[in-house]
């Protein structure tokens, strides 16, 4: 390879990294009171792409997924909130915290970087009116 194409392939390589690519954990949540979640990895998300775009592509993917019951496929998921980040500490929570919600409970329209997601970050996939009922009265079924 010429000099000017080595030069090239490096400018290349740099402009890849700098656009922000992770995987990210999405847990779908179906029942709070019953611990009733799925988890599903997503590679190469683009943290530069939109809370809103990111949530279309999931439900784009769960529609479509093979091996996922029926029941976790047709939900009506409709929030997106950071469970865990990579080297943070977890919550005793089994499903997911029910603490920090202004901070952690993403908004749609600022990209996944500026709402908090880096690489190896897992969030939860659930509907709000659910969550609101679940944190009003956490009590779990079993």
Same mark, same amino acid.
């Given at each position: 390879?010429?000099?000017?194409?080595?030069?090239?392939? /490096?400018?290349?390589?740099?402009?890849?990294?700098?656009? #922000?690519?992770?995987?990210? $954990?999405?847990? *779908? +949540?179906? %029942?709070?009171?019953?611990?009733?979640?799925?988890?599903?990895?997503?590679?190469?998300?683009?943290?530069?792409?939109?809370?809103?775009?990111?949530?279309?592509?999931?439900?784009?993917?769960?529609?479509?997924?093979?091996?996922?019951?029926?029941?976790?496929?047709?939900? /009506?998921?409709?929030?997106?909130?950071?469970?865990?980040? #990579?080297?943070?500490?977890? $919550?005793?929570? *089994? +499903?997911? %915290?029910?603490?920090?919600?202004?901070?952690?409970?993403?908004?749609?329209?600022?990209?996944?970087?500026?709402?908090?997601?880096?690489?190896?970050?897992?969030?939860?996939?659930?509907?709000?009116?659910?969550?609101?009922?679940?944190?009003?009265?956490?009590?779990?079924?079993?």
């Amino acid at each position: 390879m010429r000099k000017g194409g080595m030069e090239q392939r /490096a400018t290349e390589l740099r402009g890849t990294e700098q656009r #922000a690519q992770a995987v990210v $954990t999405v847990r *779908l +949540v179906r %029942s709070f009171e019953h611990r009733n979640f799925r988890p599903l990895v997503f590679h190469g998300v683009s943290l530069d792409g939109t809370v809103q775009d990111f949530v279309q592509l999931v439900r784009e993917d769960i529609a479509t997924r093979p091996g996922l019951p029926p029941p976790f496929k047709t939900f /009506a998921y409709d929030t997106l909130k950071i469970i865990h980040q #990579a080297h943070g500490a977890k $919550t005793n929570e *089994l +499903v997911m %915290s029910l603490d920090d919600d202004e901070n952690l409970i993403l908004q749609d329209n600022l990209t996944l970087k500026a709402a908090g997601v880096a690489n190896e970050t897992e969030v939860a996939f659930f509907r709000k009116e659910d969550y609101s009922l679940y944190k009003a009265n956490p009590k779990t079924a079993w």
